[in-house]
């Protein structure tokens, strides 16, 4: 069986159950939160994306913008980002981070990057 989950430079990459399907609306945001990071889920056409919830301006939530055509605008101060791969749409060669996402039944999961635990070393005799 083929196990989407995967090593990415000795940090495993694993897809975390965040909410139900219809927890998402179409053309709004909803924040979640996956291992300590905050997510901004969003549905638009029917399709899920997931990118950073907080703005890098100045820390506004992102999934509490306006959505269109494939852009959430930040509620604060109007930075614009791409929900599809996390790219400022007004300044193309900075990007916020996005994540893959699926569903699975009713449950919408988001691959994020963990860090495994660290073996304490064993005692020398
Ligand atoms: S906090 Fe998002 S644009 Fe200022």
């Keep these: 069986m083929f196990n989407e989950d995967f090593l990415l430079g000795g940090r495993m990459a694993e897809f975390h159950p965040v909410c139900r399907v219809g927890d998402v609306h179409e053309g709004e945001g909803k924040m979640v ?4 990071k905050l997510i901004a889920v969003f549905c638009q056409g029917g399709q899920l994306y997931a990118i950073d919830d907080m703005c890098p301006h100045m820390g506004a939530s992102l999934s509490g913008g306006y959505v269109e055509n494939g852009v959430v605008t930040c509620p604060w101060h109007a930075w ?3 929900i599809t791969d996390g790219t400022w749409a007004d300044n193309p060669r900075i990007k ?3 994540y893959p996402i699926r569903v699975v039944g009713d449950e919408v ?3 994020v990057e963990t ?3 660290v073996r304490p070393k064993p005692q020398e005799s």
């Design 33 to 36: 939160r996956v291992c300590n």
């Design 80 to 82: 614009r980002f791409r």
């Design 96 to 98: 916020i981070g996005s």
């Design 109 to 111: 999961q988001v691959q």
């Design 115 to 117: 860090t495994p635990p």
